[in-house]
T-cell receptor
């Protein structure tokens, strides 16, 4: 399967700080998705991106589809304790409907 | 709109036993996926269905795993016999073709 490299692997931040994470691949994707997963639950979709260069926001979250179509970025502004969880990127190849997932970024917000 | 339904939520079995998981996708979603998520890792695709046909099962360990989606709606994933390394969360997801992927809550499997 495809390998998506996500960084950083983990983050420990103070409440109110901004957060940035990214996802890179050696392959070109036509869709990028960002998910948040809480312990014991399935991933929940946060943002979907469909075009190179696209910038999309969902509340305090902003994600971008990289120009090269091989990467994507997620930013969280003014973090709060409920942002704690594991964030995954997922990419869909140009051919087929398969979605491949990154290795995850674990976010801890310190009140 | 109801989400992806999965059952059971938890299952504990001994190695060499068999186990089955059930999934009902979001109504109207033609594509159904089973993922395996080992602790500390991202979900790994096991099998993808388009209606009742298999699109991709290249990462399914076919000597012990099987899956079906007979009527193009709900699906079952079976492991027989289970091994210790099968301990993981099994996630079902569904989507429209080319659309966004939605997950169920998953089944947490512990093989002792």
């Amino acid at each position: 399967g495809q390998q998506l490299n996500q960084s950083p692997q983990s983050m420990f931040i103070q409440e109110g700080e901004d957060v940035s994470m990214n996802c890179t691949s050696s392959s070109i994707f036509n869709t990028w998705l960002w998910y948040k997963q809480d312990p014991g639950e399935g991933p929940v979709l946060l943002i979907a991106l469909y075009k190179a260069g696209e910038l999309t926001s969902n509340g305090r979250l902003t994600a971008q589809f990289g120009i090269t179509r091989k990467d994507s970025f997620l930013n969280i502004s003014a973090s709060i304790p409920s942002d704690v969880g594991i964030y995954f990127c997922a990419g869909q190849l140009l051919t087929g409907n398969q979605f491949y997932f990154g290795t995850g970024t674990s976010l801890t917000v310190i009140p | 709109e109801a989400g992806v339904a999965q059952s059971p939520r938890y299952k504990i079995i001994e190695k060499r036993q068999s186990v089955a998981f059930w999934c009902n996708p979001i109504s109207g979603h033609a594509t159904l996926y089973w993922y395996q998520q080992i602790l500390g890792q991202g979900p790994k695709l096991l099998i993808q269905f388009q209606n009742n046909g298999v699109v991709d099962d290249s990462q399914l360990p076919k000597d012990r795993f099987s899956a079906e989606r007979l009527k193009g709606v709900d699906s079952t994933l079976k492991i027989q016999p289970a091994k210790l390394e099968d301990s993981a969360v099994y996630l079902c997801a569904s989507s429209h073709p080319g659309g966004r992927l939605f997950f169920g809550s998953g089944t947490q499997l512990s093989v002792l």
